[in-house]
């Protein structure tokens, strides 16, 4: 069983940055390429930004180039999404998604997912 923990959303005005964290874990030791997807209200869920196994390369969506920034930490299996000049549009519920296998910016390419962290811009 793959366990995905997404932790730092909350409340920012416009203009701020925010930090997300999430951690997957499984019973074998195993490398996920991971991924940040985000569904606002009444919105489908949207990509946001990948990073592959070894952090090599990473994908972000239009809407957040430039101002976003994904990364492993130290920790295996631990990739962190910096979000800066965040403006009232990123509202959503941002979630983390890993995969052993397979990397993408389709929500389709990864197997475990987390619950979700509410992230909201003020205005």
């Known amino acids: 069983q793959v366990q995905v923990v997404e932790t730092g959303g909350g409340l920012v005005q416009a203009g701020g940055s925010l930090r997300l964290s999430c951690v997957a874990s499984g019973r074998t030791p195993t490398t996920y390429a991971m991924a940040w997807f985000r569904q606002a209200p009444g919105k489908e869920r949207e990509f946001v930004a990948a990073?592959?196994?070894?952090?090599?390369?990473?994908d972000y969506a239009d809407a957040v180039k430039g101002r976003f920034t994904i990364s492993r930490a130290n920790a295996k299996n631990t990739v962190l999404l910096q979000m800066n000049n965040l403006k009232p549009d990123d509202t959503a519920v941002y979630y983390c998604a890993a995969d052993p296998v397979n990397y993408g910016t389709n929500a389709q390419a990864y197997d475990y997912w987390g619950q979700g962290t509410q992230v909201t811009v003020s205005s």
């Open positions: 990073i592959t196994w070894t952090g090599g390369s990473t």
